[in-house]
């Protein structure tokens, strides 16, 4: 069974003989978490959603950090909210795009039937999900989409990944106090630099990449040894542990034992020592980071080295790293990553605003918005649908109560 909003939005006629239009209102309000920079659908896209059936309305200011104006909006075909009429604009619209989740107050206020699309994530937005579920209105995250061929334009997580692992490599280089590449002079020839990086996924694959275009001397290291043809097609070494593989669901990692982190991390030591610049990437969905780099390990790697972690705000692929927060371990300094991609709004938001036009490509039928239940896609990003929590983890969360 298929679950749909019937459109409330005006109809237009074209003429007494033409077929009537029904078009979906989707809004994009202002992000209001603090720092946040992107926003949900950039105007360049704006065209696109248009020949889906969509009406776009923003909010006045959504764009600003992403250097999208108001003015460029209107002239892409969108309406422009203000302000004063925000409050209408919740209650007309069919569909609300963001990148954070909304705020209980927001969401427990919708129309019944309305859809939400954002990185709404089924453990940590609890007050959110609750807010959805008394109001009978729709999540979809891009936290849970299933990670399938049919779903890759979808993928936001992936996109971002690409935006959050170039930057990390520009941080590497930017905070290194020597060169990244190969110098031969008539004074000498400087050695490039050693760029170590811990996680081989799309962030760590685009930090690989972005590294080897530096110059440096790229080496790296996944639980996954399928991976190992990916690092190896970008230029750089794959390090081999003599350890079990962890390979997971989706192409993810899966989670290790202690015993195996320990024996992990003993054998990575060196490689972290020889390292000028080390990025760590690893993940695990739905858990804390998994720790792969001790204090001491930091500790030991040459004075003026630099580490990037870019798990810190899931807890951290390094011991002791904190989200937004460059921290000196001895003469090592630890760059602890907090809304990297947002440190990018412009092409982040472009390539956000593509996935979220892929996804809801899928919802529009017949002048209507439906998420069926029975579509993979839909049924695997649906954390709520018209009140009603599908999500496990999310029902957990809530202790079981849908």
């Not at 909010?59 to 999208?68: E, I, K, L, M, T």
């Not at 909006?73 to 909304?102: M, Q």
């Not at 204090?295 to 692929?317: C, F, Q, Y």
């Amino acid at each position: 069974m298929a679950f749909g909003l019937e459109l409330s939005s005006p109809q237009r006629h074209r003429g007494a003989d033409s077929p009537r239009v029904t078009v979906v209102r989707i809004l994009v309000p202002s992000e209001t978490r603090p720092g946040e920079q992107r926003v949900a659908i950039v105007p360049q896209v704006v065209p696109k959603f248009t020949a889906l059936g969509f009406e776009v309305h923003v909010q006045s200011g959504a764009g600003r950090h992403a250097f999208a104006s108001d003015d460029a909006y209107r002239a892409a075909g969108a309406t422009v909210i203000d302000d004063d009429h925000l409050a209408g604009a919740f209650e007309s619209a069919d569909v609300i795009a963001s990148v954070r989740p909304l705020d209980y107050q927001r969401a427990s206020r919708l129309r019944k039937g309305t859809v939400t699309v954002s990185f709404l994530s089924p453990v940590g937005d609890i007050e959110t999900i609750r807010g959805l579920r008394d109001a009978g209105a729709t999540g979809l995250s891009f936290d849970v989409l299933p990670r399938i061929s049919r779903a890759q334009s979808m993928d936001a997580l992936s996109s971002q990944a690409l935006v959050t692992g170039y930057r990390a490599a520009l941080v590497g280089a930017d905070r290194l106090p020597s060169f990244f590449p190969l110098f031969m002079t008539a004074a000498g020839t400087i050695q490039p630099a050693k760029v170590l990086v811990l996680g081989a996924g799309v962030a760590g694959l685009q930090a690989i990449a972005t590294a080897k275009r530096l110059g440096a001397k790229v080496s790296a290291y996944d639980v996954r040894p399928a991976s190992a043809d990916e690092v190896k097609s970008m230029g750089a070494t794959f390090v081999t542990l003599d350890l079990e593989a962890l390979e997971g669901s989706g192409g993810y990692a899966r989670e290790m034992t202690e015993d195996r982190a320990d024996r992990q991390r003993e054998l990575l030591a060196p490689f972290v020592a020889a390292a000028d610049v080390l990025i760590t990437t690893a993940a695990v969905p739905g858990r804390q980071a998994p720790l792969l780099v001790t204090r001491a390990m930091v500790e030991g790697m040459k004075p003026g080295s630099v580490v990037v972690d870019l798990a810190s705000e899931t807890g951290g692929n390094v011991e002791g790293s904190m989200p937004g927060e460059e921290i000196k371990f001895g003469e090592v300094l630890v760059w602890g990553a907090k809304d990297v991609a947002s440190e990018m709004p412009v092409h982040a938001s472009q390539l956000y605003s593509m996935n979220i036009m892929s996804l809801l490509t899928l919802t529009v039928n017949e002048g209507a918005v439906v998420v069926d239940p029975e579509d993979e896609v839909l049924a695997g990003c649906a954390v709520v649908i018209d009140g009603v929590v599908r999500n496990q983890a999310a029902l957990d969360a809530l202790g079981g109560g849908s």
